[in-house]
């Protein structure tokens, strides 16, 4: 009897722990453009061009992976290292990593909708991607994109950027 009382407890306590995780990460989640601002600008045949000069304003130059965070760093983004290191690594010496404050850049502010955000402009300075890291809880249990957007960033020859504003994970 004691052995039975012993495992049903166990048993209501993982599915209160389980229950309890899917509940706090739930709340991690967020959509990248919840309002659909980003996808909106994107519909301009202007856009990557337009973005590109707002970049090299704030002294980003050709052949850059971007790292767009806050002052604040976030939670979020202390979750991307190891995608910044891979991205670095992949596309090799041709690109330089960068990391931005969106708030040093205003312009950015009224572009980008949420943080932490990927920026990739390639050695001729057009704009490859523009989207977040990765998806899903903590941006590493969905789809990592690193490799999607190493394929974006040589794709030949250019055709435009990829911009994923339809995404779900960490964003702050």
Known sequence: MRTRWGWALLMLWAVSLLTALL???????????????????????????????????????????????TSSRCYCESLTAPHQSQLSNKLGTNYEMVRLNIEDVPELQNIIPAVPALIVVDELNHLRYLGPYATGYGCFTGEDLVDQVVSYSRQSPYTGAVINADAEGCFC
């Not at 996808?39 to 090299?56: G, R, S």
């Open 23 to 69: 509940v706090y990460g739930q709340r991690q989640l967020s959509l990248f453009d919840p309002d659909g601002k980003l996808l909106h600008l994107t519909t301009a045949t202007e856009f990557d061009t337009q973005l590109v000069a707002i970049l090299n304003d704030a002294s980003i130059e050709a052949g850059s992976i971007l790292h767009v965070g």
